[in-house]
């Protein structure tokens, strides 16, 4: 990309202070999210992420679907767009196809991705556009006040889920590999520096790359489950509840069990959607 | 030396493409379903020749924000359905209307509820069309009745989506899409293109929805340095959300209104033999066909009967209806559904003369002997239809 400057490295550890306000727009704060919720967390790894990469401005744009998380391209001076509840993904493949040079971050939630999205969401991964899904995965949803999702584990309660949840879950990463996603990893609020460099790879890879983020809602999953606080449940579900793939891979196997893995968890070549789609266009021109 | 205008032999369906391409449509997203499926088969051979991009999606809904989004990445765009994928596009037609995001929904009418009938003819989607999504809104849908009408209309449906920026339906049926009829290809420059009005302000100036003097502000595209807000949520004129109660009244007003107010320009009727008429016929689509020929054959015989046929349904022309009710007695309302547009021909009447609906679902077009049959005032079935014809047909899904 032409308008790509030197990249710096990530994470960013630069002793002065990181200037948000360049990437935010002037005048949309506060925001909507409670205190202790994780979705601020991973909006500033975001910005430092697409800082890292170089990418102008202009030549981004960030689309979301309906929930808390979706509301995030309302703040951020991009090209941006704030769709309906699921929908980020289709909408954002129009944008992609008719304007291939955008660079496409895709903001969606839990539910929004995997519940009234789930469809636009396999499919996404099924075509290798270079897309970067970003699930902003509470286990709840969250605007809507706390009803379960398809990634509230079971047992835990919630307010469509009054004695404890008896579905079994999605797993974010597990599906979006299996549906042909070339980039997959998972990340964590807490983990805010690793997850600037996951989301810097992820937007640096060519093709559909998901991003499972884990962070809290203590408003809603919190309370409801019996957190005492937001950072206790920091601690408990991105914390203790995670081992980095480096890590894992030097324990035994009954110290890993129950624990999710972080960072890159798969990664693979395949040819990118609108690349693919210019060869057609050649083809049908008899080039 | 003047280059003479190219002749096909096309169906309807075709003539859609021609129309759209025409008028430069350079994004197509789609779901196939029967009887509108040419239209993205043929969209898919044709728009990768030109340069313009073309996607099968996963489903209806999912079409119709990819169409939002190549809209808003500043490409003419369009998808097209039926049936049951009409209503699955609807939140998002409603999405398209919130964010006057520029586009064009064909929508070629098959019998329903659900799955219904899928090769067979109807008229039954016209208060979808209008009503379709959640909430007050403005809707343009035009009613083409025939092959090149339709492409003709298809222009005018993408110069109406530019010029209000908001989408355009074009209405019609299995019978008008499937129909082969010769049709005169317009040369380069002879039908006028309208293109998208862009802001001219510099980026830190831009607000995408200040409609300034008008009723409808420039729209930029995203990549070109003006970086806007878009939300499907009320919002003031920089784009974004608001809960301010006097501004979502005065956002909603103005949604519908930038179309009620221009009303004159957007309707489009045909009167046929209005005159000195004593009973009028008001037809659309394939029933203005058979409607025609019934007024043409009655005329002949010395009946004073007159037709008026809308090209755009909504918004209504009242109007013109009303200006019928006045001079006629009664007006016949022929419909391939049990009943939608004839309550507004009665409405807009005004009780100035009787109006009488002739309904007709079981998948056959309105016979015209039907129509006149009613203009006569006798009787309008048994319809005299062959009895070879009447064998039971194979059903398919679509
Ligand atoms: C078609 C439709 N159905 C339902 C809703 C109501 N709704 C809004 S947000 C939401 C859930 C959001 O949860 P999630 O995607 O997990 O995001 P979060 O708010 O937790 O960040 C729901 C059900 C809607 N806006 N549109």
Redesign the interface.
Same mark, same amino acid.
């Given at each position: 990309m032409s308008t790509q400057t030197a990249a710096r490295t990530v994470p960013y550890k630069e002793k002065a202070p990181f200037d948000y306000s360049s990437y935010m727009?002037k005048g949309?704060l506060p925001h909507i999210w409670c205190s202790g919720c994780g979705h601020g967390i991973v909006l500033k790894s975001l910005l430092r992420a697409i800082d890292a990469t170089g990418i102008q401005?202009?030549?981004i &744009?960030i689309?979301s679907g309906i929930g808390c998380s979706s509301r995030t391209?309302?703040y951020l001076?991009?090209?941006?767009?704030?769709?309906?509840h699921g929908?980020a $993904?289709?909408?954002?493949?129009?944008?992609?196809? &008719?304007?291939p040079? $955008?660079k496409v971050i895709v903001v969606t939630g839990d539910g929004d991705a995997l519940a009234i999205g789930g469809?636009?969401f396999i499919?996404a991964c099924r075509r290798n556009m270079d897309l970067t899904i970003m699930v902003y995965n509470n286990y709840i949803y969250g605007m809507t006040s706390g009803q379960s999702s398809p990634t509230t584990p079971q047992s835990m309660i919630a307010t469509t889920a009054r004695y404890g949840s008896i579905e079994p879950t999605f797993d974010t990463c597990t599906l979006a590999k299996a549906a042909g996603a070339t980039f997959v990893a998972r990340g964590t609020a807490y983990h805010a520096q690793e997850l600037e460099k996951t989301i810097y790879d992820a937007i640096m890879h060519k093709g559909t790359s998901v991003l499972d983020i884990l962070d809290s809602c203590p408003t809603y999953y919190g309370r409801f489950n019996k957190f005492k606080s937001a950072s206790e449940m920091m601690e408990k579900i991105e914390k203790d509840g995670t081992l980095s793939i480096s890590q894992a891979d030097k324990l035994p196997p009954e110290k890993r069990e129950g624990k999710l893995l972080r960072g890159v968890l798969h990664k693979s070549e395949r040819p990118e959607y609108c690349e693919e789609?210019e060869r $057609?266009?050649e083809? &049908?021109?008899g080039k | 030396m003047k280059k003479s205008k190219q002749k096909k032999f096309i169906q309807g369906n075709e003539a859609c493409v021609e129309g759209a391409l025409y008028a430069g449509c350079r +994004?197509y997203?789609g779901y196939p379903i029967t009887p509108s499926t040419e239209i993205m088969e043929v969209m898919a #051979?044709r728009l990768?020749?030109i %340069?313009g991009?073309f996607?099968q999606?996963?489903?209806e809904? *999912?079409?119709m924000? *990819?169409?939002?989004?190549?809209?808003?990445? %500043?490409?003419k765009?369009m998808t097209a359905t039926s049936g049951p994928g009409f209503s699955l596009k609807q939140? #998002?037609i409603g999405?398209a209307c919130m964010t006057e995001v520029p586009c064009v929904i064909v929508n070629v009418m098959r019998s329903g509820p659900s799955t219904g009938y899928p090769t067979g003819p109807s008229q039954s989607d016209v208060m979808q069309a209008k009503w379709g999504t959640h909430g007050d809104h403005p809707a343009v849908v035009l009613t083409p009745s025939s092959v090149q009408e339709l492409l003709y209309e298809t222009i005018r449906a993408f110069n109406l989506a530019e010029t209000y920026r908001t989408p355009v339906i074009i209405l019609y049926d299995e019978v008008i899409g499937h129909m082969r009829e010769a049709v005169t290809l317009p040369l380069p420059g002879e039908i006028n293109v309208v293109e998208r009005k862009k802001p001219n302000c510099p980026p830190s100036e831009y607000k995408p929805y200040d409609v300034q003097d008008g009723n409808v502000a420039p729209l930029a #595209?995203? %990549?070109?340095?003006y970086? +806007?807000?878009?939300? %499907?949520?009320y919002h003031a004129a920089d784009g974004?959300?608001t809960s301010n109660t006097k501004l979502i009244q005065e956002t909603n007003e103005r949604l519908v209104n930038k179309i009620d107010r221009n009303k004159e320009t957007i309707c489009k009727n045909e009167e046929f033999c209005l005159d000195d008429a004593e009973i009028g016929v008001f037809a659309y689509g394939v029933c203005a066909k058979s409607a025609k020929f019934a007024v043409k054959e009655l005329r002949s015989k010395g009946v004073k009967v007159g037709l008026l046929r809308p090209l755009t349904i909504w918004p209504f022309p009242d109007d013109a209806v009303e200006e019928m009710a006045k001079k006629v007695k009664t007006i016949i309302v022929p419909e391939m559904n049990l009943g939608q547009v004839v309550h507004e021909v009665e409405r807009a009447s005004k009780g100035k003369c009787d109006v009488r609906g002739l309904f007709r679902v079981d998948t056959d077009p309105i016979h015209p002997k039907q129509i006149m049959n009613a203009i006569l005032g006798r009787p309008v079935e048994p319809t005299v239809i062959p009895s070879e014809v009447l064998i039971e047909r194979d059903m398919i899904d679509g």
């Open positions: 727009r949309k401005k202009d030549d &744009a689309v391209p309302g001076d991009f090209n941006t767009l704030h769709t309906l929908r $993904l289709p909408c954002a493949t129009g944008i992609k196809l &008719a304007k040079k $955008l469809n636009h499919h789609y $057609l266009m083809k &049908a021109q | +994004f997203a #051979a990768p020749k %340069g991009s996607i999606m996963e489903d809904i *999912a079409s924000c *990819a169409v939002v989004g190549a809209s808003l990445g %500043g490409l765009s939140e #998002a999405y #595209a995203y %990549g070109e340095g970086r +806007f807000h878009v939300t %499907g949520l974004f959300p």
